[in-house]
């Protein structure tokens, strides 16, 4: 049988994943086709005594059992016989035990393995994903691994059943055994089409898949956009056309292996009678070993007929593994340095940009263009600009998230440097426009900001983001959940929320990116007192277009294609300025 490169890929990978789980379970798999070959072999000696009582008398078997002085009979043959059946019983057990074993702890280690690499990947690189992607690969893609691994599994039981029988067919019929070796191996090769159509079909349905899960995941979390603008139609034609893209190139598989199947049973039926005939007339087989011949046909086709199944299958999930190893493989390349727990920072002076430059790729202007700033120690700076200025760029990089093309960022006079950079983000705050919140408790979701707060501490943060009446008034107080993305509190409690938690970490620089968008009047001067009375212990920066923060600011940076386009309200101090001229 041929097999493509990408098949002995994924079996190299199963191995070195889990070595000693694949191995015991091959182990297994070995003995326990051994063990069915073996107690068939004495069902030989047993027919032939019922046939002709002195026929088998000076065998090797009657030698053995005489050698452990055992009487040679029917009954200790058949007895034999029953202790090796449930030997075999035994170890199938154990085998079945172990391949779900390793059948489910690949896929448990994929799933480890990628959403590690995922984690640990450089922002450029996992900002640029779709999450609809990611998460079909996490969930559907890697359970598809799963079917590819079971098939893995269960081709090579049949791979070794079906030597077991070859080897036992051969014992009683070289010539008819070689007949048929060659006849399986004709329809395999015949059949060679139907294995590279499965991986064309198992190719195409993990696209509709995949397609399938973004049209779900574009609605579910835009459905509020999509009824305002009346869009639900289109996203279910959307769905339904990948959904049924999917059904199709599933059963076009479906029939692609019955018809495998169809054509196994026709040749099992011929390869049948032919053994019969040649057997008795032209080799003059008795008729127990000519009874073990044909029991030896009936068994190996069905497991030609797996051989040439469970390939099929297992190439109709393989590019689901193809698609996840390139993925994850492009996650690993761009994984950040580990944090450095002697990598500390302080911002005691300022924080100083010069010349930084970004063009992303296949962009015709550059994101930033030349642009340096200083942000003195414990004061607040303001970011504006229109849409596309370059705000969140430039935010990206001085939180560590992006490294520039050309420029450098310098953290009172150290280097903030791409292997630093995780080091960096563990001394910031930063409260995004959209809040990521866990479907769990207040309490919870605030600990993602510091896991060893107390609840003092947790309360200072709520009051100091305006944050506290609004959860004291909750059912369970801070063990109240907030639902799915925060569902059970309005937009702007879930922004206090995730202000608080910022507030928690006690960071060096508190990064707010339109923080406030979603907060009434009286809840914003809360805020802007808040960050007044901060100033001189953080340094902010706040990306915003509402005028009572850019008042709030102790200067005002200005964005345009990518350039500076306005001084500062009020400039940095002295020293400020001498670090950004060193």
């Given at each position: 049988?041929?097999?493509?490169?990408?098949?002995?890929?994924?079996?190299r990978?199963?191995?070195?994943a889990?070595?000693?789980?694949?191995?015991?379970?091959?182990?297994?798999l070995?003995?326990?086709?051994?063990?069915?070959?073996?107690?068939?072999?004495?069902?030989?000696p047993?027919?032939?005594?019922?046939?002709?009582?002195?026929?088998?008398?000076?065998?090797?078997?009657?030698?053995?059992?005489?050698?452990?002085?055992?009487?040679?009979?029917?009954?200790?043959?058949?007895?034999?016989?029953v202790?090796l059946?449930?030997?075999?019983?035994?170890?199938?057990?154990?085998k079945?035990?172990?391949a779900?074993?390793?059948?489910f702890?690949?896929?448990?280690?994929?799933?480890?393995?990628?959403?590690?690499?995922?984690?640990?990947?450089?922002w450029?690189?996992?900002?640029?994903?779709?999450?609809a992607?990611?998460?079909?690969?996490?969930?559907n893609?890697?359970?598809?691994?799963?079917?590819?691994?079971?098939?893995?599994?269960?081709?090579?039981?049949?791979?070794?059943?079906?030597l077991?029988?070859?080897?036992?067919?051969?014992?009683?019929?070289?010539?008819l055994?070689?007949l048929?070796?060659?006849?399986?191996?004709?329809?395999?090769?015949?059949l060679?089409?139907?294995?590279?159509?499965?991986?064309r079909?198992?190719?195409?349905?993990?696209?509709?898949?995949?397609?399938?899960?973004?049209?779900?995941?574009?609605?579910?979390?835009?459905?509020?956009?999509?009824k305002?603008?009346?869009?639900?139609?289109?996203?279910?034609?959307?769905?339904?056309?990948?959904?049924?893209?999917?059904?199709?190139?599933?059963?076009?598989y479906?029939?692609?292996?019955?018809?495998?199947?169809l054509?196994?049973?026709?040749?099992?039926?011929?390869?049948?009678?032919?053994?019969?005939?040649?057997?008795?007339?032209?080799?003059?087989?008795?008729l127990?070993?000519?009874?073990v011949?044909?029991?030896?046909?009936?068994?190996?086709?069905?497991?030609?007929?797996?051989?040439?199944?469970?390939?099929?299958?297992?190439?109709?999930?393989?590019?689901?593994?193809?698609?996840?190893?390139?993925?994850?493989?492009?996650?690993?390349?761009?994984?950040?340095?580990?944090p450095?727990?002697?990598?500390?920072?302080?911002?005691?002076?300022?924080?100083?940009?010069?010349?930084?430059?970004?063009?992303?790729?296949?962009?015709?202007?550059?994101?930033?263009?030349?642009?340096?700033?200083v942000?003195?120690?414990?004061?607040?700076t303001?970011?504006?600009?229109?849409s596309?200025?370059?705000?969140s760029?430039?935010?990206?990089?001085?939180?560590?998230?992006?490294?520039?093309?050309?420029?450098?960022?310098?953290?009172?006079?150290?280097?903030?440097t791409?292997?630093?950079?995780?080091?960096w983000r563990?001394?910031?705050?930063?409260?995004?426009?959209?809040?990521f919140?866990?479907?769990?408790?207040?309490?919870?979701?605030?600990?993602?900001?510091?896991?060893?707060?107390?609840?003092?501490?947790?309360?200072?943060?709520?009051?100091?983001a305006?944050?506290?009446?609004?959860?004291?008034?909750?059912?369970?107080?801070?063990?109240?959940?907030?639902?799915?993305?925060g569902?059970a509190l309005?937009g702007?409690?879930?922004?206090?929320?995730?202000?608080?938690?910022?507030?928690l970490?006690?960071?060096?620089?508190?990064?707010?990116?339109?923080?406030?968008?979603?907060?009434?009047v009286?809840?914003?001067r809360?805020?802007?007192?808040?960050?007044?009375?901060?100033?001189?212990?953080?340094t902010t920066?706040?990306i915003?277009?509402?005028?009572?923060?850019?008042a709030l600011a102790?200067?005002?940076?200005?964005?345009?294609?990518?350039?500076l386009?306005?001084?500062?309200?009020?400039?940095?101090?002295?020293s400020?300025l001498?670090?950004m001229?060193?």
């Amino acid at each position: 049988m041929n097999f493509p490169p990408g098949l002995g890929a994924f079996a190299r990978e199963l191995i070195d994943a889990l070595p000693t789980r694949a191995a015991t379970t091959f182990a297994l798999l070995l003995a326990a086709g051994l063990t069915e070959g073996i107690s068939l072999l004495v069902f030989v000696p047993a027919l032939q005594l019922l046939h002709d009582p002195g026929a088998v008398g000076g065998t090797a078997m009657a030698q053995a059992f005489s050698a452990l002085g055992v009487p040679f009979g029917l009954g200790p043959l058949l007895s034999l016989c029953v202790l090796l059946i449930t030997l075999r019983a035994a170890l199938v057990y154990a085998k079945n035990r172990c391949a779900a074993d390793l059948h489910f702890g690949f896929a448990d280690h994929l799933r480890k393995r990628f959403y590690r690499a995922l984690a640990e990947a450089h922002w450029s690189c996992t900002g640029k994903l779709r999450s609809a992607d990611l998460e079909d690969t996490l969930t559907n893609g890697i359970g598809r691994i799963q079917s590819g691994v079971w098939a893995l599994i269960l081709l090579a039981q049949a791979a070794v059943l079906l030597l077991v029988y070859l080897a036992l067919s051969a014992l009683v019929s070289p010539v008819l055994t070689a007949l048929a070796g060659l006849s399986g191996g004709a329809i395999l090769l015949a059949l060679r089409g139907h294995r590279q159509r499965a991986a064309r079909l198992g190719a195409s349905v993990n696209s509709s898949r995949q397609a399938c899960f973004r049209e779900l995941s574009a609605l579910v979390h835009g459905l509020k956009e999509a009824k305002s603008f009346g869009a639900e139609g289109a996203h279910s034609e959307g769905f339904a056309r990948s959904v049924d893209a999917t059904r199709s190139g599933s059963l076009a598989y479906v029939a692609l292996s019955a018809q495998s199947g169809l054509y196994f049973q026709i040749a099992a039926g011929t390869l049948l009678a032919a053994a019969v005939f040649v057997g008795s007339h032209h080799l003059a087989l008795d008729l127990p070993a000519l009874l073990v011949l044909i029991f030896c046909v009936v068994r190996l086709t069905p497991y030609l007929a797996q051989l040439q199944g469970f390939t099929q299958e297992l190439l109709f999930a393989l590019p689901a593994w193809q698609y996840t190893d390139t993925l994850e493989t492009r996650l690993r390349a761009a994984r950040e340095a580990p944090p450095s727990d002697n990598a500390v920072f302080t911002l005691t002076e300022a924080l100083v940009a010069t010349g930084l430059s970004l063009r992303y790729p296949g962009a015709a202007q550059p994101a930033l263009e030349n642009v340096s700033l200083v942000l003195p120690a414990g004061t607040c700076t303001a970011l504006v600009g229109p849409s596309g200025a370059g705000k969140s760029t430039l935010a990206d990089i001085v939180l560590g998230l992006i490294t520039p093309d050309a420029g450098t960022l310098v953290v009172d006079g150290k280097p903030l440097t791409p292997e630093l950079a995780r080091s960096w983000r563990r001394q910031i705050g930063y409260v995004p426009q959209e809040t990521f919140l866990l479907p769990e408790s207040v309490k919870a979701n605030l600990l993602l900001g510091n896991p060893q707060a107390d609840d003092t501490q947790l309360w200072a943060a709520l009051e100091a983001a305006a944050a506290a009446d609004f959860v004291r008034a909750l059912p369970q107080g801070l063990d109240t959940p907030v639902g799915e993305r925060g569902s059970a509190l309005s937009g702007g409690e879930r922004q206090r929320l995730a202000l608080a938690r910022a507030l928690l970490r006690d960071p060096l620089l508190l990064v707010l990116d339109e923080a406030t968008s979603a907060l009434d009047v009286d809840n914003q001067r809360r805020i802007e007192t808040a960050l007044s009375q901060l100033r001189g212990q953080v340094t902010t920066l706040l990306i915003t277009h509402n005028p009572s923060l850019v008042a709030l600011a102790d200067q005002q940076i200005q964005l345009a294609n990518g350039r500076l386009t306005q001084s500062p309200l009020r400039g940095p101090s002295t020293s400020s300025l001498q670090v950004m001229e060193e």
